[in-house]
């Protein structure tokens, strides 16, 4: 799967240096990570079927077969990152209860993305993307909140009281 991230980034360049963007290593990395646990909760935890919690996700059952068969979703590690469970379970519950929460939704999955980011889980593959690059020269992931989806929920916010 590392291969496909590899192959999956064009690289950027900057003053001769390839240019990395997390997010980019985020979309092919932490974000199935974390599918794979919301995926897995529902079917082991409540025991719906692998096609109710693909339409749930927004995912084609077969994903969530990957998911549940550790296939897909496991470059990154999540389970033993103990801040991360509680945001899991809570995007579970969202989804479970049905809730019309979509912005909360959002808001907490991009939390676990940043968490996920913060904890350093994802550096190896941005080494892998760019050997140069060393965690002791990289703190981006480390010390950086997503500006984006700050703004985003601001401004969604905002409308939806509207």
Known sequence: ????????????HYNGETLIIPCEI?????????????????VEKYGL????AAELLGISQSAVSKYT?????RMIKIENVEEI?????EMVSILIERKQKRIEFLQ?????????RKTGLMCEFCR????KITTEECKFCLSQDCFYSKTL????TANSKR
Do not use: N, W
């Not at 079927?49 to 109710?52: D, F, I, L, N, T």
């Not at 907490?108 to 996920?116: N, S, Y």
């Not at 892998?128 to 050997?131: D, H, I, N, Q, V």
């Open 26 to 42: 985020a979309v092919k990395s932490v974000i199935p990570s974390i599918k794979a646990a919301i995926a897995k909760e529902l």
């Open 69 to 73: 068969r550790h296939v897909r979703g």
């Open 128 to 131: 892998k993307t760019e050997p």
């Open 85 to 89: 469970k509680p945001l899991i379970d």
């Open 49 to 52: 079927k692998q096609s109710q």
């Open 108 to 116: 907490i999955f991009c939390q676990t993305c940043l968490l996920i």
């Open 1 to 12: 799967m590392t291969y496909v991230i590899l192959i999956y980034l064009s690289p950027l």
């Open 153 to 156: 929920f601001k401004s969604d």
